[in-house]
């Protein structure tokens, strides 16, 4: 298996990264770690890899779903959009191998318990119809491995959207790592 880490953090709201390590403030950011030769986390326009990614969720109330985040390369201007007609995702994933992955994600346990639940919806690259996010990453803001079930062909880009629910601790922040693992697929 193939791994890209994506850090998440949640700063007065929500901050993820890509690559790395999850963590979590009030308004919270993500990060992204060393990029994996075979899937590579970008933002939402380009195909190469980032190696610093961060993903910020603006501050949220305690026990509030958090679905609008940001990259650090896209900005604060271009958050992620929900839509039935114009979604957004808040990072794309590119397979750079030469066969397709099957994509699963792993998520650490946050500290500080910031967050209660992590959710996620992973489409085909160019979608724009994503209203919603319904996929659960984890519950309790406990570790988990999700298989996605999704595949990414050779040199071919999915859409990554994710929201996180935030516990009833208000000021708070913690981390978490969210990791990006790609298995040849059969």
């Not at 999850?22 to 980032?50: M, Q, R, W």
């Not at 958090?66 to 007609?85: A, C, K, M, R, T």
């Not at 570790?143 to 999704?150: K, N, R, Y």
């Not at 996180?164 to 978490?176: A, P, R, T």
């Amino acid at each position: 298996m193939l791994r890209d880490k994506l850090n998440l953090a949640l700063i007065a709201g929500i901050v993820i990264a890509v690559c790395g390590i999850l963590i979590y403030s009030p308004a919270p950011a993500v990060k992204a770690a060393e990029p994996s030769l075979a899937i590579n986390i970008v933002d939402k326009v380009g195909t190469g890899a980032v190696e610093d990614m961060i993903i910020t969720f603006p501050e949220g109330a305690p026990e509030a779903t958090v679905s609008n985040p940001f990259n650090n390369v896209n900005g604060p201007g271009d958050p992620q959009v929900l839509s039935i007609e114009n979604s957004e995702p808040v990072v794309r994933l590119h397979n750079t191998s030469d066969g397709a992955l099957l994509v699963t994600l792993e998520i650490t346990v946050w500290t500080n318990e910031v967050v209660v639940a992590e959710d996620y919806e992973l489409v085909v690259g160019g979608t724009t119809n994503v209203a919603e996010i319904t996929r659960q990453l984890s519950a309790g803001g406990g570790a988990a491995s999700e298989p996605t079930g999704e595949s990414i062909g050779p040199d071919g880009i999915m859409d990554l959207y994710l929201e996180v629910v935030l516990n009833n601790l208000d000021g708070k922040s913690g981390e978490s790592t969210l990791s990006i693992l790609g298995e040849v697929a059969p």
